[in-house]
């Protein structure tokens, strides 16, 4: 999860140069890296959320944060069209 989060910085912070395919424009392209992130920062906590993957219950606070990272996303994508 540190590397997802770290990469989508890094994105962030200095998008790489992207790369004239003749097929798509640069905000789409743009937008596939972004949500190529975002997918994968998403599966993560999905699979930390679930105890049978990850043992949290020394780590409290961090549990918590994943719960609700992992509640507000499912709760997002309940009221999407």
Known sequence: MRECVAE????????????????????????????DIVHRLLGLIGYAANPRNIELTDLPD???????LYNDSQQAATRQP
């Open 8 to 35: 989508d910085e890094r994105f962030r912070r200095t998008p790489p140069p992207l790369v004239d395919d003749g097929l798509n424009d640069v905000d789409w392209q743009r937008q596939q890296q972004e949500a």
């Open 62 to 68: 961090l549990a918590d944060a994943v719960f609700d």
